[in-house]
């Protein structure tokens, strides 16, 4: 067993018995119920190490024998759409993150646009080079402002098919390169320093993209950024910045921010990540359950996810103007035997808002306001249920009680007559 399995097992309480074992999983915007299998879960990472290690062995003596260098060869993957799953994985993460480190720093926290020029195929052919300019991007930042950044940030697209990246994080204070110019004995001034960060902002994003033609740099300087300060103040809690996020672009008429370029859906060209986060860590704690307990949480859970009325689009197919006629060659209608082969004259889709079901098979997550209230209160109804149940046992063994005391009597009363019966 791996130390990190380790150490999650000791903490959930784990003893070595095998088999799943309800958890509940405690975050600051997110309450999750599982049944993990630690000894099982480990022994198939063991086995899938070891198929891979094989594989890799084999692969490495065919590519050397055959093929030549395996660096060499070129992906074949490609990416269209922000799939639904990295969707739901995104807004668990963000639930889950601790955002301390952002709150002691005590500045505001607005949400930040970086855009692209408009000839934007020039300097960002394909995902890889977004990123490396948000990796420049991090770094002037950490040098202009003498703290790293620290935060959040999403990929999407416009409808033009231009990248735009979206930043959740500290706004700095003061000029850009102050600290710097306090701090070092031989200062170097760098692009941008002196001044303040909505202005830095522009310039160094335009300097880090660094568009050849000077006609689109110089729109890109006027127009390349945003910071959005009221934005940024609306998150108040894990669940209103997960949901933010998860929606921003996600809705009928702005889907087309979370649509590939054409330009980027070729092999080794795809975005990579949508989503991601920096400086931040998860703040999670897990307890074990007794199975009984983990189906009334579950049940609690669904109910209380039923209660927040949330509704998912989905199209249905509806089928209009009756059925088409099956007909023999000789022009009569074939009987049982040819309804079969009845198809609709007519089919029309409409779209439709259906309620998300949430932890359907005993397992999932819900994304709250304040994920240690909600655990709070899943814990008082489980001690309300545990004394309902003993309050329920101890009537139960009194009025057990209580008939065997009358059974006891009617036995003795029955002994008298019959005695003196006898007599």
């Given at each position: 067993m791996s130390a990190a399995a380790g150490q999650f097992a000791r903490r959930a309480g784990w003893d070595g018995r095998e088999g799943p074992r309800p958890v509940l999983v405690i975050a600051p915007g997110v309450v999750s119920l599982g049944w993990p299998d630690v000894a099982r879960r480990e022994q198939t990472a063991e086995r899938a190490q070891e198929a891979a290690r094989k594989r890799a062995s084999e692969l490495g003596g065919y590519l050397a024998e055959y093929v030549g260098d395996p660096a060499e060869t070129e992906p074949t993957r490609t990416v269209q759409v922000w799939s639904a799953k990295s969707r739901a994985r995104m807004t668990r993460v963000l639930a889950e993150l601790d955002y301390a480190p952002l709150l002691r720093m005590g500045l505001r926290?607005?949400?930040?646009?970086?855009?692209?020029?408009?000839?934007?195929?020039?300097?960002?052919?394909?995902?890889?080079?977004?990123?490396?300019?948000?990796?420049?991007?991090?770094?002037?930042?950490?040098?202009?402002?003498?703290?790293?950044?620290?935060?959040?940030?999403?990929?999407?697209?416009?409808?033009?098919?231009?990248?735009?990246?979206?930043?959740?994080?500290?706004?700095?204070?003061?000029?850009?390169?102050?600290?710097?110019?306090?701090?070092?004995?031989?200062?170097?001034?760098?692009?941008?320093?002196?001044?303040?960060?909505?202005?830095?902002?522009?310039?160094?994003?335009?300097?880090?993209?660094?568009?050849?033609?000077?006609?689109?740099?110089?729109?890109?300087?006027?127009?390349?950024?945003?910071v959005d300060g009221d934005e940024g103040e609306r998150m108040t809690d894990p669940k209103r910045l997960a949901i933010y996020f998860t929606k921003h672009g996600s809705y009928g008429a702005k889907e087309y921010q979370n649509q590939v370029p054409p330009e980027w859906q070729q092999p080794g060209a795809g975005p990579g990540r949508f989503w991601g986060y920096k400086g931040l860590e998860k703040a999670?704690?897990?307890?074990?359950?007794?199975?009984?307990?983990?189906?009334?949480?579950?049940?609690?859970?669904?109910?209380?996810?039923?209660?927040?009325?949330?509704?998912?689009?989905?199209?249905?197919?509806?089928?209009?103007?009756?059925?088409?006629?099956?007909?023999t060659d000789d022009g009569t209608l074939g009987g049982l035997a040819g309804a079969q082969y009845l198809t609709p004259t007519r089919t029309r889709y409409r779209k439709v808002r259906r309620p998300v079901v949430r932890l359907a098979s005993g397992a999932g997550f819900l994304c709250v306001n304040d994920g240690p209230a909600l655990a709070a209160g899943l814990a008082r109804a489980l001690e309300r249920r545990v004394q309902d149940a003993a309050s329920a046992r101890r009537s139960a063994e009194g009025a057990e009680a209580k008939l065997a005391r009358l059974r006891a009597a009617a036995d003795k009363r029955r002994n008298e007559r019959d005695w003196n019966n006898l007599v």
């Open positions: 926290l607005p949400m930040t646009t970086l855009t692209y020029p408009g000839d934007w195929l020039v300097v960002a052919p394909t995902g890889k080079a977004v990123k490396k300019h948000m990796d420049v991007f991090f770094k002037r930042f950490g040098r202009a402002w003498g703290f790293e950044w620290l935060g959040i940030w999403k990929l999407e697209f416009q409808r033009r098919g231009a990248p735009h990246v979206h930043l959740w994080g500290p706004q700095p204070e003061g000029p850009a390169g102050e600290f710097r110019q306090m701090t070092q004995v031989r200062y170097r001034p760098a692009v941008g320093d002196g001044l303040p960060y909505a202005q830095w902002l522009s310039v160094v994003w335009a300097d880090v993209v660094g568009h050849p033609d000077p006609e689109q740099k110089r729109r890109h300087v006027r127009a390349g950024t945003a999670t704690a897990g307890v074990e359950l007794a199975p009984a307990d983990a189906v009334f949480v579950a049940r609690t859970m669904r109910r209380l996810a039923r209660s927040q009325g949330v509704t998912r689009q989905v199209t249905v197919r509806r089928t209009a103007g009756g059925y088409a006629r099956a007909v």
